[in-house]
Antibody, heavy 119, light 113 residues
Framework: QVHLVASGGGVVQPGRSLRLSCAAS????????LHWVRQAPGKGLEWVAV????????YYGDSVQGRFSISRGNSRNTMYLQMNSLRPADTAVYYC????????????WGQGTLVVVSS | DIVMTQSPDALAVSLGERATINCKSS????????????LAWYQHKPGQPPKLLIY???TRESGVPDRFSGSGSGTDFTLTINSLQAEDVAVYYC?????????FGQGTKLEIK
């Protein structure tokens, strides 16, 4: 069965950093583009970032550009989101999501991990 | 950035009736080279991750009931749910994957009347 699992969330103070991880089972992550999408409490879905299957192409949403960095791990089945200079507005459930390519629909969503930025 | 605007924000429909959700993009998301509309629809229930329903504006994902259908082209799109079931209560989002940032609509909350 195909699964994505996001982890690494928690409570962090404003200005600090956090790294989220995404692991896959049932398929090889490096065959797909991978996205992060988040949902702040009581809000809608917001696209955060994408990395191509080979890791060479990356794009970011306006609100995280310059602070967040998406990458693939050495393992074929891991992906990361490095979040720096965190703000209270970054508080959200973060989903890792699979797509066939960068300009493709999001077909498999992980369960999500909660990040709370608060002093 | 392409802005996606859904209407209505909330909708209450009787069981067995039809629900219609609209999505408008601020610019065309039809790619002329392949004649594809780069639009997807997702269903999001509380406590679960979102679920893909429709891609290319009108192609139903495998396993999605045929009461769900998508239509539209260019800048105007519609998700139709025929014969509404209790399990269809959710928030529905459209999303464009034509150009980064890949923006979502604000969501439409569907309830049973």
């Amino acid at each position: 069965q195909v699964h994505l699992v996001a982890s690494g969330g928690g409570v962090v103070q404003p200005g600090r950093s956090l790294r989220l991880s995404c692991a896959a089972s049932g398929f090889a992550l490096d065959a797909y583009a991978l996205h992060w999408v988040r949902q702040a409490p009581g809000k809608g879905l917001e696209w955060v970032a994408v990395v191509s299957n080979d890791g060479n192409i990356k794009y970011y949403g306006d609100s995280v550009q310059g602070r967040f960095s998406i990458s693939r791990g050495n393992s074929r089945n891991t992906m990361y989101l490095q979040m720096n200079s965190l703000r209270p507005a970054d508080t959200a459930v973060y989903y890792c999501v699979r797509a066939l390519g960068i300009t493709n629909w999001l077909d498999i969503w992980g369960q999500g991990t909660l990040v709370v930025v608060s002093s | 950035d392409i802005v996606m605007t859904q209407s209505p924000d909330a909708l209450a429909v009787s069981l067995g009736e039809r629900a219609t959700i609209n999505c408008k993009s601020s610019q065309s998301i039809l790619y002329s080279i392949n004649d594809k509309n780069y639009l997807a629809w997702y269903q999001h229930k509380p406590g679960q991750p979102p679920k893909l329903l429709i891609y290319w504006a009108s192609t139903r994902e495998s396993g999605v009931p045929d009461r769900f259908s998508g239509s539209g082209s260019g800048t105007d799109f519609t998700l139709t749910i025929n014969s509404l079931q209790a399990e269809d209560v959710a928030v529905y989002y459209c999303q464009q994957y034509h150009a980064t940032p890949f923006t979502f609509g604000q969501g439409t909350k569907l309830e049973i009347k």
